[in-house]
């Protein structure tokens, strides 16, 4: 089943063709990987997905609702929410308070940041739970800015997850990390995501990351869409293999 599809979308910076009319299709419950260079669109197709940028003209349509013109906001409360390459935290809260402000927007509560949780029995239960999901129960009480980059990157995704979305963006989840740190992230990430039948896109420079977790992916090039297949089919396709594997 179709879950979010667009429509001929085109976003222009000037003469810059960065989103150049994409038919884009995402099947409900699959992960997929959005690649490319850098310049070919994939950034900005995110932005237009999640309402970063408004799109020259097209179509996005999500769960058969047009949603081209919808806020930040209300695309979030519709189901989209996303991650990003520079992580997007309250670095002087803690990992608890990240989550919990995520929960408590989600339901619409009342808060006070200095006492997020406190007496909110439900907020505080389901941000533990969601930080031991991303394998950062018992760092619930470290400021965000005194954490490793990689526990950083998970608290990003933890953030965007407690929103309970229907379909998650995550933008570059493995940039400036360990090699070591890449396997464990995108293992958590990869299993959360899964366990909770949640569709995903990635977009990702790693080629080992896209083709070990994807289930499709979808290569971009000036603004269009070159190549969209299985991972083996993406293997297998020697115009992929030469511009953007650097092999070949």
Known sequence: MSLLRTVNLKKHFGETRAVDGVDFVVTEGEVLALVGP???GKTS??????????P??????FLDQDITNMSVTERI????????QIVNLFDDLTAFDNVALSIFSRENKTLKLMSL???????NKETDEVLELFGLGGKGHILAKEMAQGERKLLDVAVAYALRPKFLFLDEPTSGVSTR??????DTISSVVRAGHITAAIVEHDMDVVFKYSDRIVVMSDGKILADGSPDEIRANKEVETIFLGTG
């Not at 949780?117 to 907020?123: K, Q, T, Y």
């Not at 740190?181 to 995108?186: C, E, G, S, V, Y």
């Open 181 to 186: 740190d890449k396997a464990q992230i995108m």
């Open 77 to 84: 409360k519709a189901g989209i929410a996303r991650s990003f």
């Open 38 to 40: 850098n310049g070919a």
């Open 56 to 61: 020259d003209s097209g179509e996005i349509i």
């Open 117 to 123: 949780a406190d007496h909110d029995h439900e907020v």
């Open 45 to 54: 197709l995110v932005n237009l997905l999640s309402a970063y940028l408004t």
